[in-house]
């Protein structure tokens, strides 16, 4: 049943489109600009058009919290998989792209794996691959490298090693441009009105085509090789193996244990990687948040590699990660379809209607936050939340709330402590910009100076 939205704002078409294209051509050049401007000028509850496609787009607390909370039963995702488009054409059924009784089951059998008893084990693992990355910049100290490109790196290995017990090291150039032209192809083709189909062997398609190969070869090699040796490892690609219909006894199919391992693998590394190119970025161009970050490190580590324990002893490191995610929130925007007609706010919206959450507007949001634009990781240490449930987003809400939140919260702090603890990150380019593929990722990379920073004695 539809509760009342406290405040309801009024629904405003976007002025300015086009005749048959609507607002596409300027979407497509740079969605995030051109919805934050439409958000600013018009409003918190927008419908504008891409060529045939009515969109609406709502950027206020209440309005995220009937649609993924109070009324998540109506809305489903995107994506048919009969038809697949967008991120279904890499990641087809899993946990992100598909809806009712195959995701219910899918997500029954790999929440357990995720569960915060198992995260000092995991936390564990994090830091010896974070350690073990580390030990190659010794030979960038003192030179300049892209940081996000470096985070993606060592989220895509901390992914392998703790929910698939592998090494990727020395394919993690590969296995990265694979996803980068997957992901890029899939996002694309979401927002085309025209696509040349897949079998016209055009090099964009040819391109996409080897990627995928790359990866199904990648992770069908996982699942045989496990499946080979028996080993058992109590990890996701377990679980999955493991895993049995409650009524039929049947195991999953190859393919869905391959679109679930891809989705992990994709899901839960370019999130978490942008987070921390992000916090780097915010740091180098805060230096008081920055000192202030050293010496909580300094003083609670003493020296040493972080560990789960060392969390709570670092509330102002988690407070930059949790402010950093407010200002540049990986995912910006979800997104969902009315599966049947129904009324959000006071306005009715038609079967089908697509609907996009501004996570990145929310936390921008000048009702909702004190200085909205200002990175001030302070605001979480004195309580400063916002009362509005759905003001602040990161990981979603609702049933389908990000699975990997606890796991990227253990990840992303730990992270930034344990570089923290040996470098500082001087920022060495001018123009960093945010754009919207599939994440929020940083448009032309975040080139930074590595310093090696004065180590205090590590305690008897
Ligand atoms: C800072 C890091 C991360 C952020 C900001 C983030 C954000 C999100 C958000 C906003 C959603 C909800 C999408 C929607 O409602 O349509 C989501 C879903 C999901 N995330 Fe994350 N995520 C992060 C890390 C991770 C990690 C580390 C993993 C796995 C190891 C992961 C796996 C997933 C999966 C599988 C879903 C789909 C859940 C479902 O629909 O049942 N994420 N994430």
């Excluded at 915060?116 to 995991?122: C, D, G, I, P, S």
């Excluded at 058992?232 to 190859?254: F, H, I, N, P, V």
């Excluded at 605001?379 to 939140?405: D, I």
């Amino acid at each position: 049943m539809p509760v009342d939205v406290k405040s309801s704002p009024a629904l405003i078409d976007v002025p300015g489109g086009e005749l048959l294209l609507g607002h596409l051509r300027v979407f497509r050049r740079q969605p995030l600009e051109a919805m934050s401007q439409w958000w600013r000028r018009h409003g918190d509850a927008l419908r504008f058009r891409l060529g045939p496609k009515t969109l609406y787009l709502f950027s206020h607390p209440d309005l995220a919290e009937e649609i993924l909370v109070h009324q998540a039963d109506r809305f489903v995702k995107v994506y048919e998989p009969q038809r697949p488009t967008g991120l279904a054409l890499v990641l087809g059924n899993g946990l992100v792209t598909s809806s009712g009784e195959v995701w219910k089951r899918h997500r029954r059998i790999i929440q357990p794996v995720f569960h915060r008893t198992r995260m000092a084990a995991m936390a564990e693992r994090m830091a010896e691959v974070g350690e073990q990355r580390l030990s190659g910049w010794t030979a960038h100290a003192g030179r300049s490298v892209d940081i996000a490109d470096e985070m993606m790196r060592l989220a895509l290995e901390v992914i392998s090693h703790t929910m698939f017990h592998t090494d990727v090291a020395d394919h993690i150039d590969h296995i990265s441009h694979a996803l980068r032209v997957s992901l890029k192809y899939a996002f694309d083709s979401f927002h085309s009105p025209v696509r040349v189909p897949q079998w016209v062997p055009t090099p964009r398609n040819r391109e996409f085509r080897l990627a995928l190969q790359y990866l199904d070869k990648l992770i069908y090699g996982l699942i045989a090789e496990r499946r080979r040796t028996g080993a058992q490892y109590d990890d996701l690609l377990d679980l999955l193996l493991k895993a049995r219909d409650e009524e039929t006894g049947a195991e999953l199919s190859d393919q869905e244990l391959r679109d679930e391992a891809l989705t992990i693998f994709a899901a839960g590394h370019e999130t978490t990687a942008n987070a921390l190119a992000w916090t780097w970025y915010l740091l180098a161009t805060h230096p008081e948040v920055a000192a202030r970050f050293h010496e909580e490190i300094d003083r609670v580590l003493q020296g040493r590699t972080p560990t789960a324990g060392d969390l709570h002893q670092l509330p102002y490191t988690r407070a930059v990660f949790d402010e950093a995610v407010r200002l540049f929130p990986p995912v910006p925007a979800v997104q969902r379809k009315a599966a049947t007609s129904t009324s959000i706010g006071g306005f009715s919206l038609p079967a089908g209607a697509i609907v996009l959450v501004g996570i990145y507007h929310l936390h921008r949001h000048p009702a909702f936050w004190r200085d909205p634009e200002r990175f001030m990781p302070e605001r979480w240490l004195e309580s400063e939340r916002p009362a509005a449930r759905c003001a602040y987003l990161p990981f979603g809400a609702g049933s389908r709330a990000c699975v990997g939140t606890h796991f990227a919260t253990v990840e992303g702090p730990l992270l930034l402590a344990l570089i923290g603890r040996r470098y500082e990150l001087q920022l060495a380019q001018e123009d960093v910009e945010p754009e919207i593929l599939v994440t929020l990722r940083p448009k032309h990379g975040i080139r930074m100076t590595i310093q090696p920073r004065h180590q205090p004695r590590q305690s008897a």
